[in-house]
């Protein structure tokens, strides 16, 4: 059975969770800043906004996160010291600076009754069960908007660009990709659900 909360609700170690689920679910993601997850998770919790956050739980178990937000609202607020004091001084700013440049930044088509969801993540060994589907679609029913963005979803991750068309969603732009080679796709996609 797959239940979702807001990670408000969860209680002492919500930051905690939330944090975990971050650097297990988008691993890939930040290990140029570090691969140790344990010290990344732990470098995490401090800027974690517990209200935009929501966790799957299959079975009881932390198993996917989501957030939801509107307008200019964000979903982390970073210090830069927490950060240094987890991850070391290079790292730690190295850290900070891509969470504040990459990882940030409103919606810039927010509109009175959109809202941009993020962060859709399962942790790996969930993946395949339905936990994001029953997320999202616990989501966009509670929510009480009538759009919904998901930008920045890289152009290789065909099982997310595959849920999120099941879900009514459809591509909206496409912005293309600093070094691109490198980073191993071409393109960051963004998809909007809307009525009619």
Avoid at 6 to 26: D, N
Avoid at 188 to 196: F, K, L, N, S
Wanted: a positive charge.
């Amino acid at each position: 059975m797959i239940e979702v909360k807001r990670a408000s609700s969860l209680g002492p170690g919500a930051r905690g969770t939330v944090a975990r689920l971050l650097t297990q679910t988008f691993a890939e993601d930040f290990a140029p800043i570090s691969t140790a997850t344990d010290r990344l998770a732990a470098a995490f919790e401090h800027m974690v906004l517990l209200d935009r956050f929501h966790v799957a739980f299959q079975d009881g178990q932390p198993a996917g996160i989501a957030t939801v937000t509107e307008g200019e609202q964000e979903v982390f607020a970073p210090r830069w010291a927490p950060f240094r004091r987890h991850l070391g001084a290079v790292r730690g700013t190295v850290g900070y600076l891509v969470v504040r440049t990459a990882f940030m930044g409103a919606d810039p088509g927010a509109t009175p009754g959109r809202a941009e969801i993020g962060f859709v993540g399962t942790v790996p060994k969930y993946q395949g069960q339905g936990v994001a589907t029953v997320l999202l679609t616990e989501l966009m029913a509670l929510s009480g908007h009538h759009t919904y963005v998901l930008r920045d979803i890289k152009d290789t991750n065909e099982a997310a660009l595959g849920l999120y068309r099941k879900l009514g969603f459809v591509d909206h732009s496409r912005r293309p990709a600093r070094f691109s080679a490198r980073a191993g796709f071409g393109a960051y996609v963004t998809m909007i659900r809307a009525p009619g």
